[in-house]
Structure formats: C-alpha cells, structure tokens
C-alpha cells in the first residue's frame, strides 16, 4: 500500500493541510477512522491543487460532525438526508460524510443508504479516478486505498465506472463522465462508452432539479463550451431535450475566444438559443428553471423576437439602446456568440461594446441646479440628453449643460 503525504503536503492549500491535521487529532481522540476521498486525492495524485476537501468517516460515534466542528473552530452549515455534512473554518469549506452504500429502487432515482466500510463506501463511487481514499488516521497517515485500480487509471487518463449498472443506477454521471473527460483531458474506457451510450435514455427519468443542477457545475467549468458541445456530439444533450442545440455554434465557438467567455448567464443564453419557444417553455418545465434561469429564457425570446429590428439598416444608435438596454449584458452576449445572423450579431455587439455605458454626466439633480424646475420636464430632459449622446450630438458635459440652457432660454425645441 502507497503513502502519498509527500503529495498532500505539496498540493494541498496550507490552509487545508492544517484542516486535515486538526481534523486527525479530533478523530484520533475519539478513535473514529477518517479518510480523505474522491476527487480531492485524485487531484493530488495528479499533481493539481484541490478546491475544496471531503472528508469520510466510518461508523462516527453519536454528534460526531458537531464535536468535529468544535474542534476545529468550525461550524456546521448544512445537513442532509444522506448523512453528509458542510463544516466552514474562516473562509475554508470540508464537506463531511457517513461511509455509506446506496440502493436505488429504480433508475434515477435517489438512493437509500446505510453506514459501511470504507471499502464498501469506494465501491459505490461514479468512476475509478474518484473511488480512492487517504488514510486521516495518526497510525497511517497518508496511506493510499485503491480497490478499483484508480491510480493506474489516472496513468492512463481513463474514466472507467465500476460496474455495469453504474449509469442506470445514476444517469448524471453520464453527464459528469463528458465533464471529466473534457477537464482532465482523459478517454473513457471502451466499456464504459458502451454502457454510456445504452444507458443515456435513462436521462429522462432523472428529476429537473437534479439535470439543472448538473448543468450549472457543468456551466462552471473552466472548459464549459467544450463540455457541452461533446455533450451535443454524443447526443447527451438532446436525450436531455430536443431544444438543447448547443452544437450549432461548433464553428463560431471554435473559430474564435469566445469559449473563454465566463458565467452561467451567457453559456446558457447560447445553449438555449436555437429552441424555439414551445421547446423553451417545455425546458423551463423540464428542468423546473427558477426565476434567475426563467428571467434568461424571456430575454432570449425577447432578443430573438427582435432579430428583424436588430438587422435593419436604418436602426439608429438610440433606438438600438431602447431596445437592449433592458436585458442583462451575460444573455446578450451569449446571443451574439450564438446568431448565425451577422447583422444581428454586430448590432449586439455594437451595444455591448459601444453603447452600453453610454450615459449623461449631469444627472436630475444637476439639472435642479441649473434652474430646470421639479417635474416631468427633469426626466423628459433626461431622456433627451441620453438620446443626444447615444446619437453623438453631444460629447462632454459642457456640452449638455449648454444644452439645458438653451433650452431653459427657449432656444432649442
């Protein structure tokens, strides 16, 4: 059996190595056996630094997380059905867990679970990568648990699951085997393609809230764009639902930065872009889309709706404003990435880039001051110096305050 301290000393954060250190002095007084596990030790196996730390305990003793918290001057956050636990340390999380195995009444279904072995716990695990643990314990700090070959898998950069039910007992990790494959850069494993491809209509027994949430870690991803048109390509998007179309923009994608640009917003804006609106209405069903998600849907629409406007030659540069100035910058641009339509695309790109910002520099108060009195005409005017500048009448705030003047004097219209 291996002993990787050397590599948690390297990889970890500073402040992560002294969590585990307390954590194993906690534990050890108690005699409770700790393990790290998952994709923390994956990734420092790798050579990579993890981003946060789960931590399996076997068969703890009666408030367990609670005396855990206290002893490492933490506090527990959150608590669920499944005997898994969040503890946060100043601005560190540990994410605690019952070594546990799981039954599934029927595919995606979620399971109902019992305490086990850490042996047992591995054993339930998404893919061989993720099925090691670290020893926590004081007598074998360090030691590698690698029942299912995980290590040499890693040398191979293979995703292999560990039985044949794997995807049927949950289908998301067919969403998570695209995730991992596309970050770590690794192959999946002859025969796990194989049960990934039998198994993908299992999908649509997975609840909406549990699709969603796969879809915003997967959107999350440093190399989200990529995910997602492999989840195009290998038809994982569409057994989801029809109206997911990511593939469209393959070659805008991959002709250009834009795969580099961030948020949920705007990868979203694009994957939904070419639904039509039955298929948007259906997906904010299907995937039970709340008010953030629901808010980019309408904006989309509203975009799309648009297109004849956005594309017209004698659009002017307020008009344009009036008609984008309402909707969030992510869901625009995550259009513009989108459209096949280059008219549409330099008119959105044309308010991100140029227009958006565009504001006057005195405000209502400015225009009490200069003897506007209080009323409908403050914001009539208002209105007419953003229109001013949009248009390029006006450049600087000598010029606006002129304006007010003259205007004031009876001099303009």
């Not at 291996?2 to 500073?14: F, K, P, Q, V, W």
Request: net charge negative; glycine share 6%.
């Amino acid at each position: 059996m291996s002993n990787i301290a050397d590599n948690l000393r390297t990889y970890l954060h500073s402040s992560h190595l002294r969590l585990i250190e307390r954590t194993s002095a906690v534990c050890s007084s108690r005699s409770e056996k700790i393990y790290l596990a998952g994709g923390v030790v994956r990734d420092v196996l790798l050579g990579t630094t993890p981003s946060n730390l789960d931590i399996v305990v076997v068969h703890p003793q009666y408030e367990f997380v609670d005396h855990l918290a206290r002893g490492i001057g933490g506090e527990v956050v959150s608590r669920s059905q499944f005997d898994t636990f969040k503890i946060i340390v100043s601005s560190d999380e540990i994410d605690v867990a019952t070594a546990r195995r799981e039954e599934y009444i029927r595919p995606g279904a979620l399971p109902t679970v019992e305490e086990t072995s850490i042996e047992e716990d591995l054993s339930r695990r998404d893919f061989s990568v993720n099925s090691m643990a670290v020893s926590l314990n004081q007598d074998s700090w360090g030691e590698l648990l690698d029942p299912h070959g995980g290590e040499g898998d890693l040398k191979q950069k293979l995703l292999r699951v560990l039985h044949e039910r794997s995807f049927i007992d949950d289908p998301t990790r067919i969403l998570r085997a695209i995730r991992y494959a596309v970050r770590l850069n690794f192959h999946i494993h002859s025969e796990t393609y194989r049960l990934f491809k039998r198994d993908m209509v299992y999908l649509q027994d997975i609840s909406g809230d549990r699709v969603r949430h796969e879809l915003e870690r997967t959107m999350t991803e440093p190399f989200a764009w990529d995910v997602l048109l492999r989840g195009e390509e290998e038809g994982v998007l569409s057994a989801i639902h029809s109206g997911l179309k990511f593939g469209r923009i393959h070659n805008a994608v991959n002709t250009s930065n834009e795969q580099r640009v961030e948020g949920n917003d705007v990868v979203l804006a694009a994957l939904i872009y070419f639904s039509s609106d039955v298929q948007m209405g259906e997906l904010a069903i299907r995937l039970k889309m709340g008010t953030r998600w629901s808010r980019i849907v309408r904006e989309v629409r509203l975009i799309k709706s648009a297109s004849q406007r956005l594309r017209a030659p004698g659009l002017s540069r307020s008009e344009l404003f009036t008609l984008l100035c309402d909707l969030h910058p992510e869901v625009i641009h995550g259009c513009a990435i989108t459209t096949q339509d280059t008219a549409v695309k330099s008119s959105l790109y044309f308010y991100l880039n140029d227009l958006r910002c565009i504001r006057p520099s005195i405000d209502g108060d400015d225009l009490l001051a200069l003897g506007v009195p209080e009323g409908p005409q403050v914001g009539e005017l208002l209105d007419r110096l953003l229109h001013d500048r949009l248009e390029g009448l006006l450049s600087s705030r000598a010029d606006e305050e002129a304006f007010v003047v003259n205007k004031l004097k009876g001099c303009l219209d």
